[in-house]
């Protein structure tokens, strides 16, 4: 049998590969755009052989899935930590928003085209859903404290959130964004 | 000389080849999605032989982005028309961001695919920042009445318009499209 041990250094190891593989195509899409990266810029970039890389992904649009899941799951969890801090939630919506936001105004450039390019394709990955979901919630607590409008379902609304804050990712400063967000979330209100 | 209806009559021949070519690979890209559409498959559905077709379009991308900029004009002119009628400021906003709503819900598809790459790319038109320009300028109109909130730059209210209603490219009915339209707009108004 093989000892714990070894098989938790392999894992490491792959994961650290895995890591590597992810964040050398992000910053090659960065510099260069789409257009530029292949399987050999991303092997010799990464100073991975190529048929390691092929073990670990089959190409490039597989990589930049990978690495784009890896992003929402990672902006989820930022999300998830202000969503479980005390407050109305009202309170918790708008920093859940607001930072949401934040998030859209950082993607811009190459890696925002990166993203868009996913948005746009037939591929909706399970971690969109999860953050559309997790938005609808909050909006469906928001209304049970009468802070949301319970005219519009939460899941509707939710679209509207998510659509109106990908605005941010053009505004030039965190002000504008915050901007936006009371915008947004003056849609969100109940209306008299 | 050449007499005038002659050139009138090749004027007119040239517009209907260059609609043939945009009808056809509009409808090419809402049958097969954007990797099936090449310049010979356009000339073989368009009828038109391949010399004839590059002597009007070196490339696939510039018949696509010609198709987008006659859309997006086509859309202008029926925006207009609304912003032009009778009626307040205010009432003249809803109209338009509702038609503009569901111009966006019946792009839904593969054209959907084709205009979401044209708006994610670095190519945006002069006809898209004219469609800005023209909901700035109503909502300019809107604060002067009272009807549009005056803390917000009406600039940056247009990029929340805009991007708010993109939204209703994923909704499912009209009266879904009209319910975002509202939320939107109560964004927009005065806040107390």
């Given at each position: ?24 195509t ?16 991303i ?12 073990k ?27 969503r479980?801090r ?52 909050l909006?469906t ?27 941010a ?24």
């Amino acid at each position: 049998m093989v000892p714990k041990l070894w098989n938790e250094t392999i894992e490491e190891h792959r994961r650290a590969v895995r890591e590597a593989v992810l964040e050398t195509t992000a910053a090659l899409v960065a510099e260069q755009g789409l257009r530029g990266v292949t399987m050999s810029r991303i092997a010799e970039e990464s100073g991975i052989g190529r048929a390691t890389l092929y073990k670990y992904f089959p190409d490039v649009e597989t990589i930049m899935v990978a690495w784009h899941e890896r992003q929402i799951a990672g902006h989820l969890a930022e999300l998830s930590e202000l969503r479980d801090r005390p407050g109305t939630p009202g309170e918790r919506l708008e920093a859940v928003l607001e930072r949401y936001a934040l998030i859209q105004q950082q993607r811009h450039g190459h890696a925002g085209e990166l993203s868009a390019l996913m948005h746009s394709g037939d591929h909706v990955t399970h971690a969109e859903q999860h953050l559309r979901h997790f938005v609808r919630e909050l909006l469906t607590e928001g209304v049970q404290t009468g802070e949301v409008r319970d005219d519009v379902s939460p899941e509707e609304l939710a679209g509207y959130c998510l659509h109106a804050l990908a605005g941010a990712a053009s505004l030039p400063s965190r002000a504008a964004v915050r901007r936006l967000v009371a915008v947004t979330l003056a849609g969100l209100r109940p209306q008299g």
